[in-house]
């Protein structure tokens, strides 16, 4: 399967292999080229012929230049079938379904929040009585790192932005009540090893309720670039270890969980982290060709493999680029599956995809003016074919959202899919000179970023070098002095500020020392009533499964039959493989 050529070589030369048929008439271009000259030099400005194409300066912007005005010339070898189809049907542009949002909308899935397991359990069946199609689970500060709430390290964080998880019962306390074998649960583990200890708490929850695996739906994140390059942590283990605990992951839970997303290749948190939106895109796509290309080595057909893999994208504030960006990046997941890949299933094809609209262009002054930016945010994501959304509270530049900001953000939603009747027409920009002209750009820029980490070894060596921290680290420096000199304009802080700007009153979720005590307690009850020398025995066979090449996820799901602890999982996986120092370079 792997010739020794980049993905770039091998679309080129499969592409440049097939036959097709330009849409537009050689003649009529011709024609249109020599008038659209005279139109340039005698109607338009002198100013603006000079400045033709200028290039926005946005949040988190790709820094695309785009011309005063586009034709047919800006896209002359369009061919239909090839580059766009129809909906439903190869290279999937136009959406994964042939009646996208007229059969089903996208899943309304907004994040539960911060809070005990007990106040989140409220807050997803809130959600879900207001109209929600699925939960969306936020783990604190705590869990996240991995730490239980008992530990020195987690002072201060428990439960703050997110919901903490020590255990097994602490997913049943959050679950409680909800049809786990009817609704969807994304839960948000970020890393890989987070994901080998915290998904199996969700199963061996399922297991002590009754429900077999085969019913359950959802995602993970499970992504190796989240744990070695986006989070900051007092320990990492070294990325290569941390890609094969990924796909360990990836491996059992197709086997075993058969209807469930086993990654979502997080381009989001990378992009909120600092990186234009074609490297959010390269980075989550050459992870899931190394992906494809570690399970071939484990005997995995990527047909099988594929069926199940997920993207996770950030929308930003330039609207039509973040049209552009998910159609492009559907017809390029499309083409390495199929001519990379030799994918034969067309749904093994699907780039499929949640939005959560983007945090980090969310301001603290005037914080209502975020309920428009979001808006924005999540009509492109609806435009450009999102399976799955999460639209962020105007509050969130504070805090996590409030009940209040939180409903507000489903209503936002609610009002897209059913008053603005965007959902009655699939893909309904298509053929815009200007969207197909930049859906093109856009799917060009990404390859050509694949296409250097390729030619560097692949993802996992780009970021153990640092190469990865050192892109983001130079596009976060150059952006935030854009923001402080005005080049990027934002309203009501740097843009029509108020003279007169009052910081508002906000509510923020504060850190409940009560809440701390009661899950030390329950710690502290756990570990008394279990059977330590199961416990203990298990914790051993994670460490050896980690040494000796098993797949962890099978040990760690022992481990939480056995009542282990997140703190304790965390700890034996660092035994096993060692800590790493990320490379960050100046």
């Keep these: 399967m792997d010739s020794g050529k980049t993905t770039k070589e091998i679309l080129k030369e499969k592409l440049a292999s097939e036959k097709g048929t330009p849409l537009y008439n050689p003649e009529a271009l011709a024609k249109m080229k020599t008038d659209f000259e005279v139109w340039k030099n005698t109607v338009v400005m002198e100013k603006d012929r000079k400045n033709w194409e200028v290039t926005p300066k946005t949040i988190m912007g790709s820094d695309i230049p785009r011309g005063l005005l586009y034709t047919p010339i800006d896209n002359e070898n369009l061919d239909y079938e090839k580059d766009l189809g129809f909906s439903g049907q190869e290279p999937f542009t136009r959406g994964l379904h042939a009646n996208m949002y007229r059969g089903r909308t996208w899943t309304l899935r907004q994040l539960s929040a911060a809070g005990s397991p007990e106040e989140v359990n409220n807050r997803l069946k809130m959600l879900l009585e207001r109209g929600a199609t699925g939960t969306n689970l936020a783990l604190d500060l705590a869990t996240v790192q991995m730490f239980d709430s008992d530990e020195p390290e987690s002072l201060g964080q428990v439960g703050t932005v997110g919901v903490p998880i020590d255990c097994v019962e602490d997913m049943e306390k959050i679950y409680k009540d909800i049809p786990i074998e009817k609704i969807s649960a994304s839960i948000v583990t970020h890393y890989p090893r987070n994901t080998s200890i915290v998904f199996p708490m969700y199963l061996v929850m399922a297991e002590r309720r009754g429900v077999s695996w085969d019913k359950l739906t959802g995602s993970v994140q499970n992504d190796f670039i989240m744990e070695s390059v986006v989070r900051s942590a007092s320990e990492y283990i070294p990325p290569r270890d941390d890609f094969r605990v990924q796909c360990d992951n990836i491996e059992f839970i197709r086997k075993y969980v058969p209807r469930w997303n086993f990654i979502t290749l997080n381009g989001y948190n990378l992009r909120e982290w600092g990186t234009s939106g074609i490297t959010e895109m390269a980075v ?38 973040e049209v552009a960006r998910l159609r492009a990046v559907r017809r390029l997941w499309y083409r390495i599956m199929k001519y990379r890949f030799n994918c034969k299933n067309p749904r093994s094809m699907w780039s499929k995809c949640h939005v959560q609209t983007s945090g980090v262009s969310l301001m603290r002054e005037e914080p209502m003016t975020n309920v428009a930016r979001s808006a924005y945010h999540a009509m492109a994501a609806a435009l450009g074919g999102a399976q799955s959304l999460h639209v962020d509270g105007y509050d969130e530049a504070y805090s996590v959202p409030s009940d209040v900001a939180n409903l507000l953000a489903l209503r936002t939603q609610q009002v897209i899919e059913a008053e603005t009747q965007i959902t009655q027409v699939v893909d309904p920009l298509a053929g815009s000179f200007y969207v197909e002209a930049l859906t093109n750009k856009i799917e060009e820029l990404i390859l050509g970023e694949i296409d250097e980490i390729e030619k560097m070894g692949g993802l996992v060596d780009v970021v153990d070098s640092g190469w990865l921290h050192n892109k983001a680290s130079r596009f976060i420096q150059r952006e935030q002095k854009m923001m402080e000199d005005g080049t990027i304009k934002i309203v009501a802080r740097n843009y029509f500020r108020d003279p007169n700007l009052e910081m508002p009153e906000i509510w923020v979720k504060e850190y409940d020392p009560v809440l701390t005590k009661a899950m030390a307690d329950k710690l502290a009850r756990v570990r008394s009533q279990r059977n330590n020398e199961k416990a203990d025995n298990t914790i051993n066979a994670l460490i050896a499964a980690c040494k000796q090449g098993g797949n962890v996820m099978a040990a760690t799901v022992e481990c939480a039959r056995a009542d282990v602890t997140v703190g304790e999982m965390r700890r034996a996986f660092v035994k096993a493989f060692g800590l790493w120092k990320t490379p960050i370079f100046a």
């Design 284 to 321: 989550a796509i050459a992870n899931g060709i190394e992906i494809l290309k570690d399970m071939g080595k484990r005997g995995y057909d990527p047909d099988w493999v594929g069926e199940r893999l997920a993207f996770f994208w950030s929308p930003a504030n330039d609207f039509f680029e």
